[in-house]
């Protein structure tokens, strides 16, 4: 979404995680996407930091943090949300990985951070207030996927404020916009270019 807000084009390689092209692991051993190479040869391979590059190209409606304040409320969520969170999320969409405890333990663990956010979400459209932000894209596909493992319960839990912010995000052209389906990529096909 960073991207496509920032204006830019990059070239776009559809990969299967099960089928990872050697080209990807050759820039990037980890073997997770995404994956942005430069021109220049260097590599990010982490999305929060793919998202900084792209806003720090082009940010026309302010979605970086404006102070030191509000840069370390950003990057207080997204820690919380790239750790804690996600750690909760894979138990609970994948519980029978974790047999140690039912799914439902794993979903309680991880409504701690919703609660954090209908907090937020109780004082203005977006988390940071009136306007979207990095930490509103940043923790949006997150929360989607809590949201999609039972969303019976989603739907009923006590979390008014984050259900109407996910499906306001989820409504968006900038969303539909990246949710494109594109073939799987293969050394010598045609380039694709993202948007």
């Known amino acids: 979404m960073a991207v496509r807000y920032s204006g830019l084009s990059v ?14 692991l050759a820039c990037s051993p980890k073997g997770t996407v995404p994956v942005l ?3 220049d040869g ?9 998202m900084a590059w792209a806003l720090a190209q082009n940010d026309p409606d302010g979605w970086l943090p404006a102070s030191t304040a509000a ?6 969520l997204l820690d919380e949300n790239d750790t804690d969170f996600k750690a909760e999320l894979d138990r609970y969409k994948y519980a029978v990985r974790y047999p140690e405890h039912p799914a439902e333990h794993y979903r309680d663990r991880g409504a701690r951070f919703l609660a954090k956010l209908e907090g937020r ?12 932000s990095l930490a509103d894209v940043g923790v949006l596909p997150f929360v989607r ?13 006590p979390f008014p404020q984050v259900q109407r912010w996910l499906v306001a995000l989820l409504g968006t ?13 293969h050394a010598g096909d045609a380039v694709t270019v993202f948007p």
């Not at 840069?71 to 207080?76: D, E, G, T, Y």
């Not at 996927?145 to 839990?157: E, G, K, L, N």
């Not at 052209?173 to 990529?185: A, E």
Request: aromatic share 10%; hydrophobic share 50%; glycine share 6%.
């Open 42 to 50: 260097a590599v990010i391979d982490e999305s929060r930091d793919i």
């Open 37 to 39: 190479v430069l021109p």
């Open 11 to 24: 070239e776009l390689r559809e990969v299967v995680l099960k089928d990872m092209p050697a080209s990807l």
């Open 121 to 132: 979400l109780g004082r203005g459209d977006y988390l940071l207030g009136e306007r979207l």
């Open 145 to 157: 996927q809590f949201a999609h493992v039972d969303t019976a319960w989603f739907d009923a839990a």
């Open 71 to 76: 840069a370390v409320l950003v990057n207080a």
């Open 173 to 185: 052209d900038l969303f539909s916009g990246v949710m494109r389906k594109y073939p799987q990529w």
